[in-house]
């Protein structure tokens, strides 16, 4: 194969980077004292971060999304697909012709965040209703908008809780509404205060730095400590072949606490 020109690679050749490299120390003078390499320090800097997302900005179990910050809770069917993004929380039912989407309207009162929703172009607002939801005070209306995909119709609903307005909306296609219209209701009315201590005070899980008192294979340490498959705690390791052994005083990195 033809060797790409130096000019055209988006990085220098390998040669011409030890090069530089080299020319740089050069230039230091007798003065420069070589680095060192830190592994095991490194590592233990590592000790106690959190390791994978954090369930304290919520989270789903059995189709119920859990806030333990904010401090609420409400649930979809189970067969629903759901995401928690940075900004919403959403779910789609299995047949994705209806959908359900929670975000913060702001600090205003339901009433004013029901105005504003309701008065965009293009959507048509049926009677609005005040209701108290699981002692959660709100306004709950129908609606249905014009998109470029075509009429959506659904129920809205603001509710005012810890200081915060909160909309959940839930909307399917004109046709099928009335089909999913039962399930757009319970979630709206599963919406409430979060009081269980175990959830509230749930932590992330996190990275620990353990010392081999023992030489082992990494899948046996894996299996009786590690905390996750060995897959992927292998690519935690940088570990290539998990049936090698590991030698005794080797630090490595497993993870504690329940994963969400």
């Known amino acids: 194969a033809q ?79 759901t995401q928690n993004a940075a900004t919403a929380v959403q779910a789609i039912n299995p047949q994705q012709n209806g959908a359900a989407q929670l975000t913060v309207a702001g600090n205003g009162s339901p009433e004013q965040a029901a105005q504003q929703f309701l008065r965009q172009q293009g959507l048509q607002a049926g009677e609005t209703s005040r209701q108290t939801i699981n002692g959660v005070p709100g306004v709950v209306a129908p609606f249905q908008a014009q998109t470029d995909q075509g009429t959506v119709s659904g129920l809205v609903a603001f509710l005012g809780y810890g200081g915060l307005t909160y909309q959940l909306v839930t909307y399917a296609p004109s046709q099928a509404f009335e089909q999913n219209e039962a399930a757009f209701r319970q979630i709206i009315k599963s919406f409430g205060p979060l009081d269980d201590p175990k959830i509230l005070n749930v932590q992330p899980p996190k990275l620990e730095i353990v010392k081999l008192d023992r030489a082992m294979s990494f899948a046996q340490f894996a299996q009786q400590r590690g905390g996750l498959p060995v897959e992927r705690l292998a690519v935690l390791n940088q570990i290539e072949n998990p049936n090698a052994t590991v030698p005794a005083g080797t630090l490595l990195k497993r993870v504690v606490g329940e994963a969400h």
């Open 3 to 81: 060797k790409i020109p130096d000019w055209a690679a988006s990085h220098p050749a390998e040669p011409e980077r030890i090069a530089n490299v080299e020319k740089r120390v050069a230039a230091l003078g007798p003065s420069y004292k070589p680095g060192r390499v830190g592994g095991p320090e490194y590592l233990q800097r590592l000790n106690g971060l959190a390791y994978g997302e954090n369930p304290r900005n919520g989270f789903f179990r059995d189709g119920v999304f859990y806030h333990p910050e904010m401090k609420f809770q409400f649930s979809v069917p189970a067969s629903w697909k």
